[in-house]
């Protein structure tokens, strides 16, 4: 039997073996920046109650994680702040679209019927939120766009 190491452990491991330690002070900032990044994305977006708080927290971990890669990303171009703001959520809602549909191809082993027409029940498996949440994510992704 095989035990699955999360990547992010394996990251660290193999950049402490080659001299670069990440200082847990840091660590914690910037785990904390994020987390704070993607409950103020969550609500900015008002994506409105999701069916339960571990999805709730992933996407805004997700949102939060994204706006600030792309805020990071774009950093160094000459763009009004409000501009560089819009540009960093985009970044947060693509990056929470691809986070979810993953979880949702490892959890379901199939590919999804994303875009059937008719809408997740009440009730339905967790399967089925995830797929609301990024049609969900998609349609306010265009709308913005």
Request: hydrophobic share 40%; glycine share 8%.
């Amino acid at each position: 039997m095989s035990v699955s190491v999360p990547v992010s452990q394996i990251l660290l491991a193999e950049l402490g073996r080659r001299g670069f330690s990440p200082d847990p002070l840091l660590t914690k900032l910037v785990g904390s920046r994020i987390g704070d990044r993607g409950k103020r994305e969550f609500e900015r977006l008002n994506l409105g109650p999701l069916p339960d708080n571990a999805l709730h927290s992933v996407c805004a971990y997700h949102l939060g994680m994204g706006a600030c890669l792309t805020e990071f990303l774009i950093s160094s171009m000459a763009l009004p702040f409000d501009f560089q703001r819009e540009v960093a959520s985009f970044g947060g809602i693509a990056h929470t679209i691809y986070a979810v549909f993953d979880r949702l191809l490892d959890s379901s082993q199939q590919v999804p019927d994303l875009f059937r027409k008719e809408k997740a029940r009440a009730g339905e498996t967790q399967p089925g939120a995830k797929q609301q949440l990024i049609v969900d994510l998609v349609q306010l992704y265009f709308r913005r766009l």
